[in-house]
Structures are given as structure tokens and as C-alpha cells.
């Protein structure tokens, strides 16, 4: 069975410093990870993706997030931080090898708040 | 392009009543998701429809819970009747097809309250 574990419920970090939330997964196969974030009454927005090739990945409005193997981690990443990306951030695994669905696991959120 | 579409947005009904769930996924996407989200938690998968037809629906409560996807577009999800536990949001998305890397899209969602 595949999982994700998002282990803080919240992230507080101050407008223009670097802002990290954490991702560990584990499947049986090769991870195809995901990273979606949420605002309020609103659907869940792609930010960005990592299936194979370079370990850092780039995606929407500046988040990177860097894939590390050994870890099973994909942390999620950005250099300086905007009030405006105060939302709530979720992670998702789908085991890569298994090409009977496109099954996403997600986390539980992370919940992070950018202050001025 | 125009985005996931889901109706109502918002519902409260009482339990044991029935409620039904609209979804209009993007043009072109073959593959469609119902997932409910409880407050707090992440998205679960409910069922997921290639075209028409059903690939998962291992996590689907199929004692009150049922979805349809009758020519391959747009797709109802029902609940007959509701339990209190079953107050959540429940998010619609799409992909172009199953397998692979594809990202999924998410409609708004429709929060159900049950009393």
C-alpha cells in the first residue's frame, strides 16, 4: 500500500524568507509525486510533479520541490515567501509501476501561513 | 480553457435523505475522480471512470454511495442514504488519461452538510 506522511500540520514562516514543507511517501514501485495546494473554497491547484529525470523539480509561481531517494522525502520549496501563498499544501504518491489506475494517495495538508 | 465544473456548490441536507452530485470534467479529459475531502484531511479517492467505465471503486461505500459516467463526459455521484459522517467536500477532477504522470484537475467541490 502506498502512503504519504505530511508531518506538520502548519508552517509559519515571515513575508521574503525561504519557506520548506516536508513530504515523506512510500510505495512499492517507482513514485510519481505530487504537489497541490488549496485555498479557501476552492479545488485543489497542480503545482508541480516529479516522474523521472533531475531530482529538483520547478513548478507554479516559483515552488520547487527536490526528490531525494533514500530519504523517500519531496519536500516542497520556495527561496522567498509571499503573504499570498498562505494556503494549505498536500503532497501525493501514485506508484509509477502499477498501470492498472492512476490511483493519488495524498497527505493529511499542511497548513502554511506567510506573515508580513 | 474551462476548468472542472461540479454542482451544487454547497448542500445541506438531513440524514437518510438522498443527495446527488454533478460533475462536467475538461473537454478532452478521459479519465474523471470523485474524491471526498473531510475537514481536516486529504482528498480520498472515491472512484475513478476511464471513459465510461469503472478502473477503481475499491474505496467506494457502495451501500450508499453510487456514480455514473453513462456516455464517457459528465458524472453524477449519489448517496442514498446520508449519514452524518458523510459531511465533506466532495472533489471532482480529470486527467487526460490514466496512467503515467498525468496531473489531475480539480473542479471547486460541493461541501455536503448532513444534520
Known amino acids: 500500500a502506498q502512503s504519504v506522511a505530511q508531518p506538520e500540520d502548519q508552517v509559519n514562516v515571515a513575508e521574503g524568507n525561504p519557506l520548506t514543507v516536508k513530504c515523506t511517501y512510500s510505495?512499492?514501485?517507482?513514485?510519481?509525486l505530487f504537489w497541490y495546494v488549496q485555498y479557501p473554497n476552492r479545488g485543489l491547484q497542480f503545482l508541480l510533479k516529479?516522474?523521472?529525470?533531475?531530482?529538483l523539480v520547478k513548478g507554479s509561481y516559483g515552488f520547487e520541490a527536490e526528490f531525494n531517494k533514500s530519504q523517500t522525502s519531496f519536500h516542497l520549496k520556495k527561496p522567498s515567501a509571499l503573504v499570498s501563498d498562505s494556503a494549505l499544501y498536500f503532497c501525493?504518491?501514485?506508484?509509477?509501476?502499477?498501470?492498472?489506475?492512476?490511483?493519488?494517495?495524498f497527505g493529511g495538508g499542511t497548513r502554511l501561513m506567510v506573515k508580513p | 480553457e474551462a476548468g472542472v465544473a461540479q454542482s451544487p456548490r454547497y448542500k445541506i441536507i438531513e440524514k437518510r435523505q438522498s443527495v446527488a452530485f454533478w460533475c462536467n470534467p475538461i473537454?478532452?479529459?478521459?479519465?474523471l475522480y470523485w474524491y471526498q475531502q473531510i475537514l481536516g484531511q486529504g482528498p480520498k479517492l472515491l472512484i475513478q471512470?476511464?471513459?465510461?467505465?469503472?478502473?477503481?471503486d475499491s474505496q467506494l461505500p457502495k451501500d450508499r454511495f453510487s456514480a455514473e459516467r453513462l456516455k464517457g463526459v459528465d458524472s453524477t455521484l449519489k448517496i442514498q442514504p446520508a449519514k452524518l459522517e458523510d459531511s465533506a467536500v466532495y472533489l471532482c477532477?480529470?486527467?487526460?488519461?490514466?496512467?503515467?504522470?498525468?496531473?489531475?484537475?480539480f473542479g471547486p467541490g460541493t461541501r455536503l452538510t448532513v444534520t
Open positions: 477532477a480529470s486527467s487526460l488519461a490514466t496512467g503515467g504522470g498525468y496531473e489531475q484537475y
Open positions: 510505495v512499492s514501485g517507482n513514485p510519481y
Open positions: 516529479y516522474i523521472t529525470g533531475d531530482n
Open positions: 501525493a504518491v501514485r506508484d509509477g509501476s502499477n498501470n492498472a489506475g492512476n490511483m493519488l494517495t
Open positions: 473537454s478532452g479529459h478521459a479519465t
Open positions: 471512470f476511464q471513459n465510461n467505465g469503472v478502473v477503481d
